[in-house]
Nanobody
Framework: QVHLVESGGGLAQAGGSLRLSCAASGRTFSNYAMGWFRQAPGKEREFVVAISWSGGNTYYADSVKGRFTISRDNAKNTVYLQMNNLQPEDTAVYYC?????????????????????WGQGTQVTVSA
């Protein structure tokens, strides 16, 4: 089992920034690719960004590319999401997710069902 706890959500104004953290416990963190997803009211959960086991590979949804940055610190068992130039359409509950390593080569997974463990989510609200 991997236990994930997100933090850092809150209220921001358009153009502002927030930094989300996701702390993991329970298994060897570096064996898990990590992803961030978000879900706005009345909408399906959508992929935001993913990062490989070592952090060497990242993949962003077009909607956040150039504004959001994912990183991880395997020594601290934590993945981060730096969100800059936030817009009202970024308002959502943000979830981090972990996917156990299954192969030698890393392939980005964008579908929620591909991930094994989820955090409880943290609310991000951006006002215009």
């Amino acid at each position: 089992q991997v236990h994930l706890v997100e933090s850092g959500g809150g209220l921001a104004q358009a153009g502002g920034s927030l930094r989300l953290s996701c702390a993991a416990s329970g298994r060897t963190f570096s064996n898990y690719a990590m992803g961030w997803f978000r879900q706005a009211p009345g909408k399906e959960r959508e992929f935001v960004v993913a990062i490989s086991w070592s952090g060497g590979n990242t993949y962003y949804a077009d909607s956040v590319k150039g504004r959001f940055t994912i990183s991880r610190d395997n020594a601290k068992n934590t993945v981060y999401l730096q969100m800059n130039n936030l817009q009202p359409e970024d308002t959502a509950v943000y979830y981090c997710a972990a996917r156990a390593r299954r192969s030698t080569f890393y392939i980005t997974k964008q579908d929620a069902y591909e991930y094994d463990y989820w955090g409880q989510g943290t609310q991000v609200t951006v006002s215009a």
